[in-house]
């Protein structure tokens, strides 16, 4: 898994200048190629518990400064194609966009990456940023090993029916 640049054609680019960036990838190795669609379901849809319990601990934290807690990522689609989604949201401290993007780049390999753009609005987004991202950049990368892994299972199970 490496920390790259996003592609050229990637919809994120529409999103840009922001004040943090990052953008992971991972190549997976399979006969089916993963969707977008249900790249973002494992993504957002299927996370681990260690990760649930620390937005837990997060939205106790963030909810007396009048954050929004109850919105799902899933619920804030802002674009896609037919190799992208990007979802965002805007808050009184910072406004974040999320690409998903996977595109096959040969036979049986397809690379996925996760970029995270975020433009802070005050202080409080500066301030709510740096205490986050250590533990953003540990999450995307489980994140993207979690994909890896579901989805190596995902089409054996197609293989075998």
Request: hydrophobic fraction near 35%.
């Amino acid at each position: 898994m490496k920390q790259q640049e996003t592609n050229p054609d990637s919809l994120i680019e529409n999103y840009l200048p922001a004040d943090y960036y990052d953008s992971f990838s991972k190549e997976l190795h399979n006969k089916n190629a993963i969707s977008t669609d249900e790249f973002a379901d494992i993504v957002f849809n299927q996370l681990p518990s260690w990760i649930i319990r620390l937005l837990k601990v997060r939205n106790c934290i963030i909810k007396p400064f009048g954050l929004n807690t109850n919105r799902r990522i899933t619920d804030m689609e802002c674009e896609r194609n037919q190799h992208e989604i990007i979802f965002g949201m805007s808050d009184k401290h910072l406004t974040f966009y999320v690409s998903l993007w996977c595109k096959v780049s040969e036979a049986n390999s397809q690379t996925l990456r996760i970029t995270t753009i975020v433009k802070y609005h005050n202080r409080l987004g500066k301030l709510y940023f740096f205490v986050v991202r250590p533990f953003h950049k540990v999450i995307i990368r489980s994140l993207l090993e979690r994909v890896e892994k579901r989805y190596k299972l995902i089409s054996l199970e197609r293989e075998a029916s």
